[in-house]
Nanobody, 121 residues
Framework: QVQLVESGGGLVQPGGSLRLSCAAS????????MGWYRQAPGKERELVAA???????NYADPVKGRFTISRDNAKKTVYLQMNSLKPEDTAVYYC???????????????WGQGTQVTVSS
């Protein structure tokens, strides 16, 4: 099994910052892309940011210039630094990892349990 443990969510005022972390553990041969998605009430889950194994990044337009994704391959951890937070950033944030459990296995997608981010005064 592959487990993803997220941390760092919470309540923050508009303009504030939060840093999310997601650590992968379990039977993992190799991790490929890592990313963050979010889902607001009544809306579909959407990509926030992603990072490949070689460090290439991709951001959703609403968060460009405010959020930064990074990863520590040795720790099997992905981070999301969120600055200049807005009320519309309020959502449950989910970690997403594409990984192989063994050399012979397919690349599968794994999800974290989600962490709530609330931006409100």
């Amino acid at each position: 099994q592959v487990q993803l443990v997220e941390s760092g969510g919470g309540l923050v005022q508009p303009g504030g910052s939060l840093r999310l972390s997601c650590a992968a553990s379990g039977s993992i041969f190799s991790i490929y892309a890592m990313g963050w998605y979010r889902q607001a009430p009544g809306k579909e889950r959407e990509l926030v940011a992603a990072i490949t194994s070689d460090g290439s990044t991709n951001y959703a337009d609403p968060v460009k210039g405010r959020f930064t994704i990074s990863r520590d391959n040795a720790k099997k951890t992905v981070y999301l630094q969120m600055n200049s937070l807005k009320p519309e950033d309020t959502a449950v944030y989910y970690c997403n990892v594409r990984a192989k459990r063994y050399t012979w296995s397919n690349i599968d997608t794994y999800w974290g349990q989600g962490t709530q981010v609330t931006v409100s005064s």
